[in-house]
């Protein structure tokens, strides 16, 4: 059986989290290129939708539960069997293949390597493997060439439209602001074991606030957060903007791109910051940054563009990895659990968060970072936290050893081109 040289119906699978579906909305800007007049649908477990709001790539989206009785799973595979010319899925879950095999008349997909997963290939007419050591964009888009289809990397945030009741309520919100610059501070993820401490928080909101610069908070909206939510709500004074649970994907988004700089942690809302184009500060610990590190708005190329160890900037993102030689252990923090510390995050400092968000806001006479060699394919690592684990550094201004000699201190120019 062979593909339809234009399907008029498909559906992309990603039964995962918010931050997996806004990585995979690559794969159905890919589609739509290829095929302008095809109708493409998504598949994604209920509360991750939002991230999909307004995509103009995307006409309908399906959300199905995590946890279903046998009764409602039967009833899904009735609704979805064979509807589809065409059923695609960017992870490699049993269960993300089991929908896409029921759904789609023709059927590709990512399998994991190894021998243990013939069955999974067989549930394709064709498939590729997980490339090694590959960022999820570049896993999600792997399928795509034995389509003849070519990958586009380009992330699409969610969005409001114009003039909405959503949009008039957004700028209600945020009147208090007066105008002024502002910096949204994420301060919130799924794992405790992802996020940042309370008083690093409250120190880089003072610092923000000494450079004149509004403060908007955001959040998730469970009901026991990670982070000690309220102590900061409380330090950042009343005239910040507190969007903590309040405001959907879309809206959340919008803000971000107003803003004059984003901080956050290791979540999907980072994925979306990083998207909209704004200059922002992610922290990462125990999480891969090759497999996870938020994509540069402008970059086009396929390749991660994050090592393994080491802070760097890429065109608008400044990954910031916390100090260790264990680091990333990618694993769920030292105690293995969702609910664990991670000393990578635990003893990254306000001041060197402060450094990098300096950097990203183009404050020049305080700006400490490391110099970018020569040449459009070289990212220079560096980490700027003072630790005995890092014996590579000596303190907050430092140089950093490469191959052949250190690399110089300097303040990189935020309007020159990055490796993009």
């Known amino acids: 059986m062979l593909l339809r040289e234009s399907p008029k119906r498909m559906l992309v699978v990603c039964t995962r989290g918010i931050g997996d579906f806004v990585l995979a909305t690559p794969v159905m800007r890919s589609l739509k290129h290829k095929w302008p007049d095809g109708d493409i649908h998504a598949l994604v477990f209920e509360g991750t939708?939002?991230?999909l709001e307004n995509n103009r790539d995307v006409s309908r989206v399906i959300a199905v539960k995590r946890r279903a009785t046998r009764r409602e799973r039967l009833a899904e595979v009735i609704s979805l069997w064979r509807r589809y010319d065409f059923a695609y899925t960017v992870t490699?879950?049993?269960?993300?293949?089991f929908y896409c095999w029921v759904a789609g008349r023709y059927r590709a997909g990512i399998v994991p390597a190894g021998s243990q997963h013939w069955w999974k290939r067989m549930l394709f007419h064709q498939h590729a493997e997980v490339p090694q050591q590959a960022h999820m964009i570049t896993v999600a888009l792997?399928?795509?060439p034995l389509l003849g289809v070519e990958p586009v990397c380009h992330v699409v945030p969610p969005s409001m439209r114009a003039h909405s009741t959503s949009a008039v309520r957004l700028d209600d919100m945020l009147q208090s602001l007066g105008g002024k610059r502002f910096a949204v501070l994420q301060l919130d993820a799924m794992y405790r074991y992802k996020t940042w401490h309370t008083a690093g928080w409250i120190e880089v909101i003072a610092w923000l606030r000494n450079q004149g610069y509004g403060?908007?908070?955001g959040g998730g909206a469970q009901a026991m957060h990670n982070v000690d939510v309220a102590s900061i709500t409380h330090e950042a004074g009343p005239d910040a903007v507190d969007l903590?649970?309040?405001?959907?994907?879309?809206e959340l988004a919008a803000v971000i791109?107003?803003?004059a700089l984003y901080v956050g942690p290791d979540t999907g809302v980072s994925h979306i910051a990083a998207a909209t184009g704004t200059p922002m500060v992610v922290l990462f610990g125990p999480s891969n940054p090759v497999s996870w590190g938020p994509w540069p708005a402008s970059r086009r190329r396929h390749e991660s563009p994050w090592a393994l160890r080491g802070s760097r900037r890429v065109g608008n993102v400044f990954l910031l990895q916390g100090p260790g030689a264990c680091v990333p252990c990618q694993q769920g923090g030292c105690e293995r659990h969702e609910l664990s510390r991670s000393d990578c995050l635990s003893l990254l400092s306000a001041q060197t968060v402060i450094a990098?968000?300096?950097t990203m806001l183009g404050l020049h006479a305080a700006a400490l970072n490391c110099g970018f060699d020569d040449g459009p394919d070289r990212e220079d690592a560096c980490h700027p936290e003072v630790t005995v684990r890092?014996?590579?550094t000596t303190g907050v201004i430092q140089l950093v050893r490469r191959d052949r000699d250190m690399v110089r201190m300097l303040v990189p120019d935020p309007g020159a081109p990055s490796d993009a």
Do not use: K, N, Q, Y
């Open 244 to 250: 903590v649970g309040r405001v959907s994907l879309a």
């Open 215 to 217: 403060i908007v908070l």
């Open 257 to 259: 791109g107003r803003a």
């Open 142 to 144: 792997a399928g795509l």
């Open 49 to 51: 939708e939002g991230a």
């Open 356 to 358: 990098a968000a300096t």
């Open 390 to 392: 890092h014996p590579e």
């Open 92 to 97: 490699t879950s049993d269960r993300a293949s």
